[in-house]
């Protein structure tokens, strides 16, 4: 039997700060990259978690799903965007989550689903500061 490929191919997932678009040149800078963050008290609302994907593949017609999750894989937040066939690639996505709540330290991730099926994460780590 052969399976099937997956309906999207992720070259790069990354988490930062903001995305700033330069409108005259199409390019993309991604600010503030980050996989640790250090606060100080939780729970917490962090302003604005930008996430970057390059799509090297479209196969066909796909729901992508991005979302983050707690280490229970409980979904914190998430943002869903249909993706077609035939367009320039690689193709550059961001997905923008303004205030977000967080109630504890540790390990979170930011993963890609395509109709349902994980593509890739990427591991995100908050992590609480002692005072001095």
């Known amino acids: 039997m052969i399976q099937e490929l997956p309906a999207i191919d992720i070259l790069a997932l990354n988490i930062c700060d903001t995305v700033v678009h330069e409108q005259r040149i199409g390019n993309l800078s991604m ?8 606060l100080p008290d939780f729970p917490v ?5 930008s ?4 799509i090297s593949e479209i196969r066909r ?9 707690d280490a229970h894989q409980t979904i914190i937040v998430q943002s869903e965007t249909p993706l077609l066939p035939n367009v320039t690639l690689p ?3 961001v997905t923008v989550f303004n205030q977000v709540n967080v109630h504890y330290s540790g390990k979170y991730s930011v993963q890609v689903f ?4 994980l593509i ?13």
């Open 120 to 132: 890739t994460e990427a591991p995100l780590t908050l992590h609480r500061t002692t005072a001095k």
């Open 91 to 93: 193709q550059q996505h």
């Open 31 to 38: 600010i503030g990259l980050f996989y640790n963050l250090f």
């Open 114 to 117: 395509a109709d349902d099926i």
């Open 51 to 54: 996430i970057y994907a390059a």
């Open 61 to 69: 017609p796909a729901r992508m799903l991005i979302r983050l999750v």
């Open 45 to 49: 609302r962090l302003p604005r978690i």
